[in-house]
């Protein structure tokens, strides 16, 4: 519905009282509208209520509205810091629908974000409304995705399962793996016969696949490989006793494999 002024009917006075009961002056409250005169504001003006701009430009289609930023520059050549327009597109004829203000040197958008683009590796992005990014699991690894990595090189990894660690360990005494020994070797230099113990899944839980490496460096004493709780874990080799395999002869060296849930292959110079 158009808003219309009604200029019909008289004016109305409000009556200011004087000194005395006999004099006093009659203020105008209204009169006639003139509809062709222009109405500005000439002095400090108060909302009293919350007032939305945004809302407010948008909507009046015809207040400082213009297709793009050369029309806009060629209807206000001389701009004041202050003066607000809206804006449909940008100078390559994108939509961008923005408020935008001049704020004594250069016109400034109610954002400085005009769109987002998904690069290499990413999917999603836009120009309007709540934009997403995701991962492109066809292109980056996540932390998620069951994926394949072909022709990558990986500088210091760190494997979990089975974990696989580089380190050296001398040992002179029998010894009971642990977690953080995966891919490390052990030596043995004793007077007597000592052991190296696979502990029970219970006791730590190596993952499948993990590899336990021990030498006979030096020393009298035979060492040999066996579960720390036979009956729990099984020990399985070509050695002459095939639970407990011994290392050959001085600088022999093996590997204990575990295949599956407490089971373990010894392989290597075993007697």
């Given at each position: 519905?158009?808003?219309?002024?009604?200029s019909?009917?008289?004016?109305a006075?409000?009556?200011?009282?004087?000194?005395?009961?006999?004099?006093?002056?009659?203020?105008?409250?209204?009169?006639?509208?003139?509809?062709?005169?222009?109405?500005?504001?000439?002095?400090?003006?108060?909302?009293?209520?919350?007032?939305?701009?945004?809302d407010?430009?948008?909507a009046?289609?015809?207040?400082?509205?213009?297709?793009?930023?050369?029309?806009?520059?060629?209807?206000?050549?001389?701009?004041?810091?202050?003066?607000?327009?809206?804006?449909?597109?940008?100078?390559?004829?994108?939509?961008?629908?923005?408020?935008?203000?001049?704020?004594?040197?250069?016109?400034?958008?109610?954002?400085?974000?005009?769109?987002?683009?998904?690069?290499?590796?990413?999917?999603?992005?836009?120009?309007?409304?709540?934009?997403?990014?995701?991962?492109?699991?066809?292109?980056?690894?996540?932390?998620?995705?069951?994926?394949?990595?072909?022709?990558?090189?990986?500088?210091?990894?760190?494997?979990?399962?089975?974990?696989?660690?580089?380190?050296?360990?001398?040992?002179?005494?029998?010894?009971?793996?642990?977690?953080?020994?995966?891919?490390?070797?052990?030596?043995?230099?004793?007077?007597?016969?000592?052991?190296?113990r696979?502990?029970?899944?219970?006791?730590?839980?190596?993952?499948?696949?993990?590899?336990?490496?021990?030498?006979?460096?030096?020393?009298?004493?035979?060492?040999?490989?066996?579960?720390?709780?036979?009956?729990?874990?099984?020990v399985?080799?070509?050695?002459?006793?095939?639970?407990?395999?011994?290392?050959?002869?001085?600088?022999?060296?093996?590997?204990?494999?575990k295949i599956?849930?407490?089971?373990?292959?010894?392989?290597?110079?075993?007697?």
């Amino acid at each position: 519905m158009a808003i219309t002024f009604d200029s019909s009917g008289r004016p109305a006075y409000m009556f200011k009282g004087g000194a005395t009961s006999s004099d006093g002056v009659w203020y105008p409250v209204g009169a006639k509208i003139d509809t062709t005169a222009a109405y500005e504001f000439t002095g400090a003006n108060s909302f009293t209520n919350t007032v939305l701009f945004d809302d407010a430009v948008t909507a009046t289609s015809g207040w400082n509205n213009f297709l793009n930023p050369a029309a806009r520059d060629a209807a206000l050549a001389t701009p004041v810091r202050g003066t607000i327009v809206f804006v449909r597109q940008d100078s390559g004829g994108a939509a961008l629908n923005q408020i935008q203000y001049y704020d004594g040197s250069a016109w400034t958008g109610s954002g400085d974000v005009f769109g987002v683009t998904a690069s290499t590796g990413l999917t999603g992005g836009g120009t309007s409304g709540t934009v997403t990014l995701s991962i492109d699991t066809t292109i980056t690894a996540d932390l998620t995705t069951a994926q394949t990595l072909t022709n990558k090189t990986l500088t210091s990894p760190v494997l979990t399962t089975p974990k696989i660690t580089s380190a050296y360990s001398a040992k002179t005494d029998n010894y009971t793996f642990a977690t953080g020994d995966e891919g490390k070797i052990f030596s043995m230099n004793a007077a007597t016969a000592k052991e190296f113990r696979i502990p029970t899944d219970a006791t730590f839980n190596f993952g499948i696949g993990t590899e336990l490496n021990v030498f006979w460096i030096t020393g009298a004493g035979q060492p040999s490989i066996v579960a720390a709780t036979p009956g729990t874990t099984t020990v399985i080799s070509t050695g002459a006793t095939s639970a407990s395999p011994l290392l050959r002869v001085a600088n022999s060296m093996a590997t204990a494999v575990k295949i599956a849930a407490n089971s373990w292959i010894v392989t290597g110079d075993i007697a």
